[in-house]
């Protein structure tokens, strides 16, 4: 059974916004926070932006403060990102965890969506 599916990604220019969303299986996050992460070519996976399941807290990082947004509703968690950059180009992944802390989810998570792909033209 799938517990994680992404989808959302695709072509957009800089300074454009695209919509990611991450939908769970039901009882997912009753146990879970929802991680979003990314790699782009050649670079190692880098932890972007997680929602607690708990007390509904967000962390994000530096690089995306104030344009990436994320939520949750229902059993979909949803990365809003606004004034993209090329930097921003890369395949996205949901990911589910115990605790939402970006340094270590990349690691610890129990659950990885697929991929989707977030590609921006300059």
Known sequence: EVQLQASGGGFVQAGGSRRLSCAAAPGIFDDYAIGWFRQAPGKEREGVSCISNSDG????????KGRFTISSAG??????MNSLKP????????AADLVCVL????????????????????
């Open 57 to 64: 807290t967000t962390v994000y990082r530096d690089s995306v």
């Open 75 to 80: 059993n979909t968690v949803t990365l809003q």
């Open 87 to 94: 930097e921003d180009t890369a395949v996205y992944y949901c």
């Open 103 to 122: 340094q270590t989810m990349g690691v610890t998570a129990d659950y990885w969506g697929q991929g989707t792909l977030v590609t921006v033209s300059s």
